[in-house]
């Protein structure tokens, strides 16, 4: 495995200026990407945020300044991308920018307006419907774990723990189902249905809020339970593309910081998890790296029109998967970029 040629892999085929104008760069959403995300019409708030935080997992992998250059770039480009704005109307997707940006601010690049802003918002979703946690986005019925989850960490890393332990307290009560362990998407709350649906990353960001927290008994749960139901001969099971191939590394993500943090043998299981999804990632990938949309079985090549694997989110979920694995095993590393 060679996470840094996966590195410049995505990066030379996403990157690119916003709009034409120097100093400017985010990812296309598609490779090719068609006229439209060459423009960044529809640019994916939150893919964004998750290849920003892949650019700092290099980063502190491997420093370098004309990287750190890049991701300064990154930043201001999504603020100039939503128009002078660091939020929008979806809570799950400036929670996962604003922890992407709090690890920016650790790299030494003041984004504390931005940090504001983001928190204030994610403050101002939480309502006692349907108990407690904050909506999906502004206006909905609906409140789930992909906004709580992410929100909780980002809380808890703020130094707001009270809220995030509400948050996490609130989907434990709300969205774990009590006989697999596993975590429901959401609920509605005119009506009070729960939705059932299992999705990987809802798994990652509850054991991520859990990790922040030292609520060691549920996180350890939560990786049997992976462990049981979301990855099939130890692979993380994949969720084809478009949001979904961010999924399963969103959860790899969090298994890492498991695998490093906690005690007992569930970190040895989630270092398991990650090490083998990101062996078959890498052994299933075709020339360029391309990464394949489900880790298991190798990527199409020649790629179809209409491959998943063209969208950028499961390319940066590849690498991110990579990066996770990194942390666990010098072997994963490879040469330095532009080695």
């Given at each position: 495995?060679?996470?840094?040629?996966?590195?410049?892999?995505?990066?030379?085929?996403?990157?690119?200026?916003?709009?034409?104008?120097?100093?400017?760069?985010?990812?296309?959403?598609?490779?090719?990407?068609?006229?439209?995300?060459?423009?960044?019409?529809?640019?994916?708030?939150?893919?964004?945020?998750?290849?920003?935080?892949?650019?700092?997992?290099?980063?502190?992998?491997?420093?370098?300044?004309?990287?750190?250059?890049?991701?300064?770039?990154?930043?201001?480009?999504?603020?100039?991308?939503?128009?002078?704005?660091?939020?929008?109307?979806?809570?799950?997707?400036?929670?996962?920018?604003?922890?992407?940006?709090?690890?920016?601010?650790?790299?030494?690049?003041?984004?504390?307006?931005?940090?504001?802003?983001?928190?204030?918002?994610?403050?101002?979703?939480?309502?006692?419907?349907?108990?407690?946690?904050?909506?999906?986005?502004?206006?909905?019925?609906?409140?789930?774990?992909?906004?709580?989850?992410?929100?909780?960490?980002?809380?808890?890393?703020?130094?707001?723990?009270?809220?995030?332990r509400e948050m996490t307290d609130w989907l434990s009560s709300?969205?774990?189902?009590?006989?697999?362990?596993?975590?429901?998407?959401?609920?509605?709350?005119?009506?009070?249905?729960?939705?059932?649906?299992?999705?990987?990353?809802?798994?990652?960001?509850?054991?991520?809020?859990?990790?922040?927290?030292?609520?060691?008994?549920?996180?350890?749960?939560?990786?049997?339970?992976?462990?049981?139901?979301?990855?099939?001969?130890?692979?993380?099971?994949?969720?084809?593309?478009?949001?979904?191939?961010?999924?399963?590394?969103?959860?790899?993500?969090?298994?890492?910081?498991?695998?490093?943090?906690?005690?007992?043998?569930?970190?040895?299981?989630?270092?398991?998890?990650?090490?083998?999804?990101?062996?078959?990632?890498?052994?299933?990938?075709?020339?360029?790296?391309?990464?394949?949309?489900?880790?298991?079985?190798?990527?199409?090549?020649?790629?179809?029109?209409?491959?998943?694997?063209?969208?950028?989110?499961?390319?940066?979920?590849?690498?991110?998967?990579?990066?996770?694995?990194?942390?666990?095993?010098?072997?994963?590393?490879?040469?330095?970029?532009?080695?």
């Amino acid at each position: 495995m060679d996470v840094s040629a996966a590195e410049r892999a995505v990066t030379s085929r996403h990157l690119r200026r916003v709009w034409g104008l120097p100093g400017t760069v985010l990812g296309r959403s598609g490779w090719p990407a068609t006229p439209g995300q060459r423009l960044h019409w529809h640019w994916n708030y939150w893919w964004q945020a998750h290849l920003l935080d892949t650019l700092i997992d290099a980063q502190l992998r491997e420093p370098s300044a004309s990287r750190l250059a890049l991701i300064r770039s990154f930043v201001r480009s999504v603020r100039l991308r939503n128009f002078g704005r660091w939020t929008n109307d979806f809570y799950d997707d400036i929670a996962w920018l604003g922890l992407a940006l709090q690890r920016v601010q650790a790299l030494g690049i003041d984004v504390g307006p931005a940090l504001a802003a983001i928190d204030t918002q994610l403050l101002s979703g939480w309502t006692e419907a349907a108990g407690g946690g904050i909506w999906w986005r502004v206006g909905d019925e609906f409140k789930n774990a992909p906004a709580n989850g992410p929100a909780a960490i980002f809380h808890a890393r703020s130094g707001n723990r009270t809220r995030a332990r509400e948050m996490t307290d609130w989907l434990s009560s709300t969205l774990v189902d009590p006989s697999t362990g596993l975590v429901w998407d959401g609920i509605r709350t005119d009506t009070g249905e729960l939705v059932k649906h299992i999705y990987t990353y809802c798994q990652g960001v509850y054991l991520g809020a859990c990790l922040e927290l030292s609520l060691m008994d549920e996180a350890a749960r939560t990786i049997r339970a992976v462990a049981s139901h979301c990855a099939p001969g130890g692979v993380i099971r994949g969720q084809s593309g478009g949001d979904g191939g961010l999924f399963a590394a969103i959860l790899a993500r969090y298994l890492a910081l498991a695998a490093r943090s906690l005690p007992g043998p569930e970190a040895s299981v989630a270092r398991s998890l990650v090490l083998t999804s990101a062996d078959a990632c890498w052994s299933g990938a075709s020339e360029g790296p391309v990464f394949s949309a489900f880790w298991d079985r190798p990527a199409p090549s020649p790629l179809p029109k209409d491959a998943p694997e063209r969208d950028m989110s499961v390319q940066v979920g590849g690498w991110m998967l990579l990066e996770a694995a990194a942390t666990l095993s010098p072997d994963v590393a490879g040469p330095p970029v532009g080695g």
